[in-house]
C-alpha cells in the first residue's frame, strides 16, 4: 500500500459480530439463571430446606456450584428468587381464567380448580409452598404470601355480590379470606400427608361446601 491509499476499511462482519457478543453473553446468563431457578425448585419442591446444598442445585441444574454462586450470593437468595417466581407465575397462570366470559361464580371455582392443579403437577408451585411453610429457615425475608391471589379472589366475590350471587350483607374480602386459607390449607396438608395427589378432590370439596359456588361448579 502507498502512501497515497487509504487503508483498508474494518471488516464488518468483526464489528457486527463484536457488538453481538455481550448481547449473546446476556442471552446465556438469563438462560442460565433460569435453569438454576427452575432445578432449584424441583429440588425444594422434594427436600426441605435446610437439607438442600448449593452444590444439589447445582447438580439438578447440570452446571458448576461456581456458576450458581455467579447468579446468587448463597442458597438464601435462591430459595428467596423461587419464592418471588412462584408469586409471579401464580397470578399470571390464572390471567386466562380470568380473561374468559364466565361469570364471577365461574371464574372463582375453574381459580381454584386451576391452582389445585398447579399444586398437584407443578415444581415451582410445590416449591414455593414448601419454602413459604418453611421460612423459619431461611434467614431472607420473603414475600408476603398470597396477596395478589387473594386481592383477585375478594374482586370477583365482589362482582358476585353485585349480580346477586351473594346476599348485599357478604363481605367479599372475608369470604375470599376464609377460601384462601381454606386452599392454601388444604395444599399444606395435601402436601405433607400424599404428596399433592389429592389436592384436586379436596379443592373440589371446598368448591362444594360453599352454597355460592357449588352451582356454579355444575355449569
Known amino acids: 500500500m502507498t502512501k497515497d491509499q487509504a487503508p483498508p476499511l474494518p471488516s464488518t462482519r468483526r464489528t457486527g459480530t ?7 453473553k446476556q442471552d ?15 429440588v425444594f419442591a422434594q427436600r426441605d430446606y435446610p437439607s438442600v446444598t448449593i452444590l444439589d442445585i447445582a447438580e439438578q441444574a447440570g452446571v458448576t456450584k461456581g456458576a450458581v454462586y455467579f447468579h446468587f450470593a448463597n442458597k438464601e437468595a435462591v430459595a428467596v428468587s423461587v ?25 372463582v371455582v375453574e381459580l381454584l380448580r386451576h391452582t389445585a392443579r398447579s399444586f ?17 429457615a431461611i434467614e431472607s425475608e420473603l414475600p408476603t404470601p398470597y396477596v395478589g391471589f387473594t386481592q383477585v379472589l375478594a374482586e370477583l366475590l365482589t362482582e358476585c355480590r353485585t349480580n346477586g350471587a351473594l346476599p348485599p350483607e357478604a363481605d367479599p374480602e372475608a369470604l375470599a379470606r376464609v377460601l384462601r386459607s381454606a386452599l392454601f390449607g388444604a395444599q399444606h396438608i ?5 404428596g399433592w395427589s389429592d389436592i ?10 360453599l352454597p355460592v359456588l357449588a352451582p356454579a361448579a355444575r355449569d
Not at 433460569?34 to 425448585?41: D, P, Q
Not at 398437584?120 to 423459619?136: C, M, N, V
Not at 395435601?190 to 400424599?194: K, R
Not at 384436586?200 to 361446601?209: N, S, Y
Open 18 to 24: 463484536r457488538r453481538q457478543e455481550p448481547r449473546l
Open 28 to 42: 446465556r446468563a438469563v438462560r442460565t439463571r433460569n435453569t438454576i431457578l427452575k432445578a432449584a425448585a424441583e
Open 83 to 107: 419464592a418471588e417466581q412462584f408469586y409471579t407465575a401464580l397470578l399470571a397462570s390464572v390471567r386466562p381464567v380470568l380473561d374468559t366470559d364466565a361469570s364471577p361464580a365461574r371464574k
Open 120 to 136: 398437584r403437577e407443578d415444581p415451582l408451585t410445590q416449591a414455593g409452598s414448601r419454602l413459604q411453610i418453611q421460612q423459619w
Open 190 to 194: 395435601s402436601g405433607v400427608q400424599h
Open 200 to 209: 384436586v378432590e379436596r379443592t373440589e370439596e371446598i368448591i362444594q361446601a
